[in-house]
Structures are given as C-alpha cells and as structure tokens.
Nanobody, 115 residues
Framework: QVQLVESGGGLVQPGGSLRLSCAAS????????MGWYRQAPGKQRDLVAH???????HYVDSVKGRFTISRDNAKNTVYLSMDSLKPEDSAVYYC?????????WGQGTQVTVSS
C-alpha cells in the first residue's frame, strides 16, 4: 500500500540540530517531487522545503541557510537536516509526495525546540 512514514523528531535545545527522515513505500519514488511542511498549534500547514525529481530545491525564507532537504532514491527516502534550531521551528513536520494530480501525506513527526 501507499505510505509515507516520518521519523527523527524530538526535543532539542535552541541552537541544536535534528535530521528528519521520510520513508516511502508503494510508489515509484523516483518520479515524485517531495516536500516537507510544518504545522504549529492553531496555525495553517506551511511549506518548509521542496525537492524535485531532478534535485532542484526550494526553501521558505525563514529556514534558508539553516535547513537542507535531500533525497536518496535508492532508499526511497527524503531527509530534512535542521541546524541552528529556534523555538519558532517547533511544529509537527509532515512529508508530502506529489506526481501530477496525486498528493500523498505522511502522519507527521513532532519537533519541539525548548530550553
């Protein structure tokens, strides 16, 4: 069956780092554009980073220079490496795959940045 499963979230102090992973199954991963989104309590879900099938990347301004999105097609996995984390980065982080009209979402992983 089609599935995206996020992992790697947790509690980290301001200035710390985390790497999130999203493992895909049931799809031809190499033909899907992939993205990371986040949603804080009471807020809308917003795009954080995006990577195309050709490894072209895009980042929202608030994370440029701190976050890096990458993909490993051999492992059917997309990653989000997060450095210099701020309390404002706290949210549930979701993985999304897109191919044409098809969108696939994971269930999310919690990231909390707090001292």
């Amino acid at each position: 069956q089609v599935q995206l499963v996020e992992s790697g979230g947790g509690l980290v102090q301001p200035g710390g780092s985390l790497r999130l992973s999203c493992a895909a199954s049931g799809i031809r991963f190499s033909v899907y554009d992939m993205g990371w989104y986040r949603q804080a309590p009471g807020k809308q879900r917003d795009l954080v980073a995006h990577i195309t099938t050709g490894d072209i990347t895009h980042y929202v301004d608030s994370v440029k220079g701190r976050f890096t999105i990458s993909r490993d097609n051999a492992k059917n996995t997309v990653y989000l490496s997060m450095d210099s984390l701020k309390p404002e980065d706290s949210a549930v982080y979701y993985c999304k795959g897109n191919r044409g009209f098809d969108d696939i979402w994971g269930q999310g992983t919690q990231v909390t940045v707090s001292s």
